[in-house]
């Protein structure tokens, strides 16, 4: 079964100096039959304004993982991490017990995001934050973890989660594909360009739900950068 719910249906809130559209019901947007699918909670599209940002906020056993699409993203928090995120870059952090951080566009010009929240296997651990940087042309054609929980990725930023984050930039035309375990979903977001999987065409910025799929087919009709969650 594959979903498309397109971009122009999610939820939206523009704040001024935050413009940010919502896969799933979040703060004051809230739609009963998308409150998660599977472990994911929550998936924002993000376009933050030059100089401007998230102040102080706390989080609680929670596993928040933030794409950087465009600019960078600058970190803060009480556990004395500090640490900037470029474009094509992740950072991670499990809220553990607790932990209050920010969030701040330093750049002159605006910042896009996905920041996608998962629920954590483990509940009460510790808290703690990174960031990973991924070169370009280690995603060139294929998809390659870039955050997950599971052993066999050691090179992605680590989660507290039974999932994986991949990364995929296809040109024109190319194709990969990707293999759903028994009992797995997906959950994918082309960033840029229309991708078609197993044939049905997802516009950017798209929503496209995955489940009882085996075999997936990915291929680009534009230029692509698509991210897939390989989900419980």
Not at 82 to 106: C, F, K, L, P, W
Not at 197 to 210: C, E, L, M, S
């Amino acid at each position: 079964m594959i979903e498309i719910r397109p971009f122009a249906g999610l939820g939206h809130a523009n704040h001024g100096w935050l413009d940010a559209h919502h896969h799933f019901s979040f703060a004051d947007y809230w739609n009963p039959a998308r409150q998660n699918f599977g472990a994911l909670r929550v998936w924002n599209d993000d376009h933050i304004a030059p100089q401007s940002g998230f102040g102080p906020h706390p989080h609680k056993d929670m596993e928040i993982v933030t794409y950087v699409r465009k600019g960078a993203i600058t970190h803060q928090d009480n556990q004395g991490n500090v640490g900037r995120t470029a474009a094509g870059d992740v950072q991670v952090m499990s809220a553990g017990t607790g932990i209050v951080h920010a969030e701040y566009n330093r750049e002159a010009e605006a910042t896009e995001i996905f920041q996608i929240w998962i629920e954590p296997t483990r509940k009460g651990l510790p808290p703690r934050w990174e960031n990973r940087q991924f070169p370009p042309a280690s995603r060139d054609g294929a998809l390659q973890a870039v955050a997950s929980g599971e052993p066999q990725h050691a090179a992605a930023a680590p989660i507290v989660a039974d999932a994986t984050l991949y990364a995929a930039t296809l040109s024109a035309g190319q194709q990969t594909t990707h293999t759903l375990a028994p009992g797995r979903r997906a959950y994918l977001v082309s960033a840029r360009g229309r991708v078609a999987i197993n044939g049905q065409v997802a516009q950017p910025r798209d929503g496209v739900a995955i489940s009882a799929e085996t075999l997936l087919n990915l291929q680009a009709i534009d230029e692509a950068e698509i991210l897939l969650f390989d989900l419980p």
